[in-house]
């Protein structure tokens, strides 16, 4: 589902996709930092994936995998938006033209990119209290184009199962409020994207 909340079309370059200079970082507040779990008890949090494919491409990651992903990884960042602990994201995996068109549309920028971002949160809509105590938070949507991310994955000599989850990190994190308008933000970003993968069992490196 393409958002009807553009809140934000982030366009992460951390892969190698032109870098967007324009956003301005918010904060990343400490809790949400992979926590150390060594005698720490993390809060239990659910999160529902939907998940679309679309394109010759096929993606090697299951949604039962993007279930158990999404959910190890906010677990880590514990991220205090819903009080029941409870999100919901969609993630479309898509095709070069498919983006290319979004990457124009949302951020005037003429040409494909690796993945986008959409936030519920900046979207300027309060949802009611009550209705938060009993449903998962929505935090918005990231798109990724599997062209891209297979190319990027055959350039770097690893799997599109690992790019696939370095992508969709970097769209997790900028729906939870982080950003990269400098090279300082971005390392700290690309730092915790590489944190995530680990807490999922997937070495990714990038320089």
């Keep these: 589902m393409i958002p009807e909340f553009p809140g934000r079309a982030d366009i992460p370059e951390a892969s190698g996709v032109a870098r967007s200079a324009a956003e301005v970082w918010t904060g990343v507040p400490e809790a949400q930092s992979v926590q150390e779990t060594s005698g720490e008890i993390l809060r239990e949090i659910s999160v ?38 409870a999100y919901e994201l969609s993630l479309r995996l898509t095709t070069d033209a498919e983006i ?23 979207s300027g809509v309060t949802l009611p209290a009550g209705l938060l105590a009993e449903e998962p938070f929505p935090l918005g949507d990231i798109i990724i184009s599997l062209d891209t991310a297979a190319a990027q994955a055959q350039q770097r000599h690893h799997t599109l199962t690992e790019e696939l989850a370095w992508l969709a990190t ?38």
């Design 48 to 85: 529902e994936v939907d998940v679309q494919e679309e394109g010759a491409i096929a993606s090697p990651v299951l949604q039962d995998t993007w279930i158990t992903w999404f959910q190890t990884w906010l677990t880590a960042l514990a991220p205090d938006l819903s009080p029941i602990g």
């Design 100 to 122: 290319h068109q979004l990457n124009a549309q949302y951020r005037q920028i003429d040409r494909p990119t690796d993945v986008l971002s959409f936030s519920a949160t900046e």
């Design 170 to 207: 970097h769209g997790l994190l900028h729906l939870l409020g982080w950003d990269h308008p400098d090279e300082a933000h971005l390392q700290k970003m690309l730092q915790q994207q590489v944190n995530l993968l680990q807490t999922v069992a997937l070495e990714v490196q990038y320089d």
